[in-house]
Each structure stands twice: as C-alpha cells, then as structure tokens.
C-alpha cells in the first residue's frame, strides 16, 4: 500500500510548484493510474514519493518511508524512463548485473527473461532493442527483486495496442497477487480500461481521486466515429434532424472528413447518412473525453444542494440550438454547476455524499482524513473517524489568489475531518521535508563489479591495444639502444611520461566509476550512484587485479617479443627483479586508483584519465620544484636514508618488498603519485560525507 502525503516540489523562479499539496492512496490489490496532460506533475510527483528528488511531503510504503526500508529495491520496483543500461551488454548480462545489486541468486535474471518473454533475444545487446523490447527490459528489471509495489512512469508510451496490453495484463497479474501497482498515464481512456482507481492531476494539483467506474461516467463520454468525404453537411444534417426530434446531441468537426458525434449511436448516425445518400467510410463506437474538470467554485449552504439522485449521470437534459453544434445544458431545477461544467471531483462525491451530512468536503475540495500512521504491522491503518469513503474526497487548494469562505463547521464534522482552527499555530506548518537519500545496493559489490568488467568488451579491447603497443614500442627501443633493460621490459621510453601499460590501467580504473555516469544502472530506483565503501572497495580491488593482469602480460609479451627479434641478450632476468616487480605493480596499481577516484569524484570518465596523465606532466614538476627550492632546510638524501631505514631485519623477508615499495616512492613519479592518491581519497571521503549531510 502507498499512502503519499502532502507531496510539494520546491518552488521554482516566477513559477508556481510542479506538484502542489498531491495526498493519495494506492492500495494493495490494485491498479492504480496517475493521470494527468502532459505537465501536470506526474513525474515529479512519483520522484517526490521515491526520494530522488527534494521537496515536501511523506510517502508510505506499507507503513515506512523508503528511506526507513532496509532494501529499497526489494520493496519497491522502479521503471523511469529507458532502461539506463551500457549499449554494449547483454540482456542477460545486464540482468545478472542488477541481480548482484539487488542480493538476488543469478538464477533469478533467467525467471524474469521468461516472465517479460526475452528469453529470445537474452543475448542481443541493449542498443540494438526497440522501444518495446526495452519497456520489456524495464518491467523486468523493475520485477528482479520480487517486490510488493512497482511504480512505473508512462509504461505504454511508445507501444503499440497489442504491446500496451501485454504490459498491463502483468501489471494486472501482479496486483492479483497482493501487489500494489502504481503507473502513470496521460491517456484518459487508458487509465478507465486499465486501472481501479483513477488519481487525476491537472497543473500540479489533485483534483480527482475516483473509482475507474466514476471516473469513465464523469469524464469519459460514449461518442461515434464518423468518417466520410462530406463530414460537414452530414453534421449538419444531424443537428437538422436532432433539433427536429428535440434530440440532444453533439457535433464536433475533428477534421476535414472526421466527425464525433456525442449522444448519439451508430444506427441513427447510418440511418440519416443512407437517407441523404451521403457516402461513408468508417462508422463505429468509441469513448471520447468530457475534457478536464473545471476549478472548485465556492461554498455553498447545504439548503441550495439538490439530492443527488434527482441529478442524471451527465448532467445533460436540454439541447442548446445555438450554431451548427448542439450543446447540452442543465435542465430546470438542477444544480447549476461551477462554471460552463460540472466538475469530475463534484460528481463523483454527488453519486456517494450522505443525504443527511452537508456537502462541506465536496464544496471545499477538502482532504480526506489522512489517519496515515505507519503500522509495523502490513498495510494495517487507523480507521478514519467520520468511517467516511477516504477516497471520495479530494486535497484542498492551496492557491493564494483563491478566496473561499469557510462556512462554521460542527465539532464532529471538524474532528473527522482534522480541519485547524484559525487561530491555530499548527494550520501554517509545512508537511516534512523530502530528503534525497542515499540507496543501499549494490548489496554484493565485489560480484557486480567483476559482471560490469567482464559484460561489455571495452576491458578486453583495452588489453589487446595495451599489449599490442607495448610490443611494438619495445623493438623500437632496442633497435635504437641506449635504453636500460628494466624501461625495455616496460616499454617505458624516457620519453613518454607513463607507459602503456599505465595508461591502460589508469583508463579501465577511470571506467570503472565512470560508465557508472554514464550508463548509470544503479540509479535507476535510487536517482544516483550510491557512494558507499563497499562499491569504492570493490572497484578499488578489481582495477588494481586487472592492472596487475596487464602489466604481467605486458612484461611476458615484451620479453617473448624480445627473444624472438633479438635473442637471450635483452631478455635475462635482472638481479633486483623482485624490487623493479614490486615499483612495477605500485605503478600501475597506483594509476588505476587514481582513474577510479578521480572519476568517482568528477564523475567523468574522461577526468579520470586526466588525473592518470597529470601526474607525472603536472604533479612530479611542482614536487620536484618544491623539493629542490631555496630553503632553510632541503630534503636532500632522503632516498638514501629511507634505504638505510629498510635495510634492518623484517620478519619473513619482508625488507625486501618494502625496499622495492620505498624506491617506488623516493622516486619522481611514485612520490607524486603517493602525494595524487592521498589528495583524491581524502576528496572522495568529503564528497560522500557531504552528500549523506544533504
């Protein structure tokens, strides 16, 4: 069950808030639809419910705010927009992917590609989908996690009638099942076929919250599809022969050749047509829309209300002869309507309000009683006191240029419905403040970090030009000679500021964080990349393995390579290879972190390889600089003395990495990289920190 209250968007500059004061149930069981046009506040207003975007108001999931649920993702499924996926992985790559970051066995990827029906095309790559497969896509990556409720946002925007269908049977098969659904449309005829209950929003504001049924009977209206070469003489033979019959009807011109015609059927619309011998293409029922409701008018006394059974469904009884359409109006006697038109919220509480109650909630657009306090216990909630319909009323208008007098209300009427009094303090306070937390998952960070390396081949195509290079680079270093074998072996000329092997380190680190942006997978329910220690430790774990990976491959193939052009000269094995093995994988482990903080930080792939080739082209100068400045006191000889502190005894050899770890460091480049490493994390840290104060 979701129970929203009080949802607000900040106000934006010279322009009233997308979403205004939206309070609304959808319970478990059933579909709920949130309809509005295009601008109404649809989307914002389920970002607000989810936290991904900052405001006022609360949202309940069965009785917690989603920030209060351990795991997110296994309570509520998400579908916003495409699926945010690289273009490069699988189907079922990228579904396996998830699985690790919502804590589910892998088997599940494989149960959703059968319930969304992609088992066919699990090995197709996500850009090469079309828009159905990719709502398909979505669904499925909504329903990994089994959870009660899936919020989705204009599912069917894109697909075709059979498609479209096919997307609501699942929706309709899960809320069988005990599941909340909430979508969101902005088809008035889609949400009536779709849907149980109907929320519509119009500019950002609540202003019906019916039953499917009251909504099609006071906003849909049956019409007839006419379409023929001489629509406008047969309209205007209809309204000829309605207003001779005393008959009403509606004639709407939609096009050259299209009309609908509104009180009317198929058989009396032939009928004239076959009469007149006018020609006729296409004839048929449809459902039309009243259009929206109008604005609430103001109070009235309960004396001036008429029982709601003495008014028609339609409130239409009088034909209106005015023009070339006729026009319905209220018949004698009837209750004039606010405006041109009824509004659907008055109807809808017209066809439920008690005889003996005062219409004062359906006059004033008052909120149901909102007896929303959590339960621990399901979807159980107080009971409203009144024992009134908590649906068959809508939330108040907080507009300020509305002036609505507010009639006395009774005590009881006043306590059911928890209306302030006017010199309460409490009537000015604002509903809580939406705060954008940060997501728990990934939940196995390590797993879901390796499936993101290994899914798409931008890893192994790296690989491949880093070897490939570094073969290359190393004969022509040896050919042209003058070049110490342990920079041969690297391919590291002097030259170049950073080997191959280090580039290819420092850009695979800078894609770890950066594809996150990019193609960012897991912010698809939580608005953004979680910066959490496990994912930091897990890609800070997997890059320095892979830079591992490529630098030993790198040196075996230039060794190979070596032997085969030049023979056993260049290729003998130094007598300080265990400290020029250890300085080797600080190197490339170091340029591989730096990639993945600086992209975390930045949140750029592209930056992160910047921070790579920064150091030795920026960084080292300004050390050295430094260093070797005019001062009281130099720092010259502290590589000597810094061999002289490792040279004492460590238990079980140690001394010797810890030499090879120390030459890394008194070194240009690895003092510089040490000092980049330092700056980055510690960046890292306060930018985490700063989003979890937010």
């Known amino acids: 069950m979701i129970q929203a209250i009080g949802l607000t968007s900040n106000p934006r500059e010279e322009l009233p808030p997308a979403v205004d004061d939206v309070s609304f149930e959808a319970r478990a069981g059933r579909v709920t639809a949130l309809l509005g046009a295009e601008g109404a506040g649809k989307t914002t207003a389920l970002r607000l419910m989810l936290e991904l975007q900052r405001g006022r108001g609360i949202t309940y999931f069965r009785g917690r705010p989603l920030h209060r649920i351990a795991h997110p993702s296994r309570e509520v499924g998400v579908l916003l927009g495409d699926v945010p996926g690289h273009p490069a992985r699988t189907v079922r790559g990228h579904l396996r992917m998830l699985c690790a970051a919502v804590g589910v066995p892998v088997q599940r990827a494989d149960d959703v590609l059968e319930v969304v029906g992609l088992v066919s095309l699990r090995n197709e790559r996500l850009g090469t989908l079309s828009r159905g497969m990719d709502r398909r896509l979505g669904l499925g990556c909504a329903l990994l996690a089994d959870p009660h409720t899936l919020v989705l946002d204009a599912p069917t925007e894109g697909l075709s009638v059979r498609e479209g269908a096919w997307l609501h049977g699942i929706l309709r098969a899960h809320a069988r099942q005990g599941g909340t659904v909430l979508f969101t449309t902005g088809d008035p005829k889609e949400a009536a076929r779709t849907a149980d209950r109907v929320v519509t929003l119009e500019a950002g504001r ?92 103001p109070w009235r006394p309960p004396e001036a209300w008429t ?13 209106s002869t005015q023009g070339d359409t006729t026009r319905d109006e209220p018949a004698q006697g009837e209750t004039p309507p606010h405006g041109e038109a009824e509004t659907a919220e008055e109807a809808a509480l017209g066809a439920t309000q008690p005889l003996s109650a005062p219409p004062v909630a359906a006059s004033l657009s008052l909120p149901p009683p909102l007896p929303l306090v959590p339960s621990n216990e399901g979807d159980d909630t107080v009971p409203p006191a009144s024992g009134g319909d908590p649906h068959s009323a809508t939330t108040p208008s907080t507009d300020p240029s509305a002036t609505l007098p507010v009639p006395p209300v009774p005590p009881v009427l006043s306590a059911s419905l928890a209306l302030p009094s006017p010199h309460d303090d409490s009537a ?19 797993r879901y970090e390796l499936r993101r390396l290994t899914g798409v081949g931008v890893g192994y195509f790296t690989l491949a030009a880093v070897l490939a290079a570094s073969t290359l680079l190393c004969v022509v270093l ?86 085969l052009v030049y023979g056993e000269e260049l290729t003998k094995v130094p007598t300080d290879w ?52 005019p001062a009281v006191r130099s720092a010259a000889g502290l590589s000597g003395r ?53």
């Not at 074998?485 to 000329?493: G, K, S």
């Not at 930045?602 to 300004?622: D, E, H, K």
């Open 428 to 446: 000015s306070r604002l509903p809580p403040p939406i705060t954008v937390h940060p997501g728990r998952s990934p939940l196995r960070p390590l």
């Open 642 to 694: 810094l061999r002289d502190l490792v040279l004492m005894q460590w238990p079980f050899g140690a001394e010797r990495y810890v030499a090879g770890g120390v030459r890394m460091i008194v070194q240009p480049v690895g003092g510089a990289l040490a000092l980049s490493l330092t700056a980055l994390l510690c960046a890292y840290v306060l930018t985490a920190m700063r989003s979890r104060v937010r």
């Open 578 to 629: 265990l400290s020029l093995s250890t300085s080797w994988a600080a190197l490339l482990t170091g340029c591989a972190w730096a990639g993945v903080l600086a992209a975390g930080i930045f949140r750029s792939t592209t930056a992160g390889l910047a921070a790579v080739l920064g150091v030795p082209i920026v960084v080292v100068p300004l050390v050295q600089k430094a260093v070797e400045g």
């Open 478 to 563: 040896a050919r042209a000679g003058h070049t110490p074998q342990p920079r041969l072996l690297a391919a590291w000329p002097q030259e170049l500021p950073l080997p191959p092997a280090a580039l290819g380190a420092g850009l695979l680190g800078a894609l770890a964080f950066g594809d996150e942006f990019r193609h960012p997978a897991l912010a698809v329910d939580r608005g953004t990349v979680p910066r959490r220690v496990g994912l930091l430790v897990a890609k800070l774990l997997v890059a320095a393995a892979t830079a591992l990976l490529s630098g030993a491959l790198t040196v075996g193939a230039d060794a190979v390579v070596l032997h």
């Open 307 to 319: 029982p709601p059974d003495a008014t028609p469904a339609n409130g239409f009884l009088q034909e």
């Open 206 to 297: 609540l202003v019906a919250d019916q039953d499917a049924a009251d909504f099609a009977r006071t906003r849909l209206r049956p019409r007839v599809a006419v379409l023929s070469p001489y629509a406008a003489r047969l309209g205007a033979l209809l309204t000829k022969e309605a207003r001779a019959s005393r008959r009403s009807i509606e004639v709407v011109i939609e096009g050259g050749n299209r009309l609908s015609v509104y009180g009317s059927n198929c058989a009396d619309v032939g009928e004239v047509a076959y009469r007149h011998g006018i020609l006729v293409h296409q004839l048929a029922d449809e459902v039309g829309e009243a259009g929206p409701a109008g604005p609430p008018g």
